[in-house]
């Protein structure tokens, strides 16, 4: 929740947080699929904002959404997060 209401400011500085703090989400529960749709969704979003090189971003994005729908593939955000970056 916190990777979500920092990263909801829209702002550089929430983004990173946002994606720290979802990371340290993954870590403590691998098999959260929203983690890893969220994540997804702020790689995409950086890259479309200009905060990070898309080349650099888009396959961690592509990579976070394809993991959130092998674990949940119901999720509606994971598929929103991979076809955001498809």
Do not use: N
């Not at 909801?8 to 929430?14: D, F, I, L, S, V």
């Amino acid at each position: 929740m916190r990777g979500w209401q920092e990263w909801g400011k829209y702002t550089p500085e929430g983004l990173e947080k946002g994606i720290a703090y979802i990371e340290q989400a993954i870590k403590k529960d691998p098999g959260h699929a929203a983690s890893y749709a969220a994540l997804g969704d702020c790689y995409c979003w950086a890259a479309l904002q200009g905060l990070m090189a898309p080349i650099a971003v888009f396959p961690k994005a592509r990579a976070a959404a394809t993991r959130a729908l092998e674990l949940d593939e119901t999720l509606a955000e994971a598929h929103a997060a991979l076809g955001a970056v498809t």
